[in-house]
T-cell receptor, first 113, second 117 residues
Framework: AQSVTQLDSQVPVFEEAPVELRCNYSSSVSVYLFWYVQYPNQGLQLLLK??????LVKGINGFEAEFNKSQTSFHLRKPSVHISDTAEYFC???????????FGTGTQLKVEL | GAVVSQHPSWVICKSGTSVKIECRSL??????MFWYRQFPKQSLMLMATSNEGSKATYEQGVEKDKFLINHASLTLSTLTVTSAHPEDSSFYIC?????????????FGPGTRLTVT
């Protein structure tokens, strides 16, 4: 069965600093990987996804993530964060091309002035 | 495009009563919809997968008689929490998969916060 681990529950960072949100997954088959953002009292919005091909994936709002199969990781990065990036970020995986998503516990990104 | 709405956005009900939550795909048809539950500071847990015109598939540990799901059309799925108890209080989120789209494309609703008193 697939699982997702987000080691950091909270990440504080100053505005314009770079940030990395970590995600590791466990699966015995090929996977699709996703990052979603959730603003307070809102649903999830897709940031980016990895299905196949290039391991470096670029998404919306300047975010990117790199799929590392050997380390079973899919860390999310942004070179310079903005106050408006403050939100909850969820990593998710679907196994074997299926449509069931398994989510990590989320990372609260708090951008400070 | 690809907007999913939920109604109501929040609801308070008394213990023992039932409450219905609607999930609508506003500008696309969705053959498959998913219902998730999210506890405070925790992740989304998939409750069930519903396909238009057929019975929902529930995840292990989810009581199908308590959480009734109806996917009557390509744009509407409903979740009814029957005989609600305080432990059912949670944030319920639906997502919809674009009919004919890639299996990875799910669009999420804004969620419904249920409080059972």
């Amino acid at each position: 069965a697939q699982s997702v681990t987000q080691l950091d529950s909270q990440v504080p960072v100053f505005e314009e600093a770079p940030v990395e949100l970590r995600c590791n997954y466990s699966s015995s088959v090929s996977v699709y990987l996703f990052w979603y953002v959730q603003y307070p009292n809102q649903g999830l919005q897709l940031l980016l996804k990895y299905l196949s091909g290039s391991t470096l994936v670029k998404g919306i709002n300047g975010f990117e993530a790199e799929f590392n199969k050997s380390q079973t990781s899919f860390h999310l990065r942004k070179p310079s964060v903005h106050i408006s990036d403050t939100a909850e970020y969820f990593c998710a995986v679907s196994e074997g091309g299926g449509n069931k998503l398994t989510f990590g516990t989320g990372t609260q990104l708090k951008v400070e002035l | 495009g690809a907007v999913v709405s939920q109604h109501p956005s929040w609801v308070i009900c008394k213990s023992g009563t039932s409450v219905k939550i609607e999930c609508r795909s506003l500008d696309f048809q969705a053959t498959t919809m998913f219902w998730y539950r999210q506890f405070p500071k925790q992740s989304l847990m998939l409750m069930a997968t519903s396909n238009e015109g057929s019975k929902a598939t529930y995840e292990q540990g989810v009581e199908k008689d308590k959480f009734l799901i109806n996917h009557a059309s390509l744009t509407l799925s409903t979740l009814t929490v029957t005989s609600a108890h305080p432990e059912d209080s949670s944030f319920y989120i639906c997502s919809a998969q674009l009919a004919g789209g890639f299996r990875d494309e799910q669009y999420f609703g804004p969620g419904t916060r249920l409080t059972v008193t």
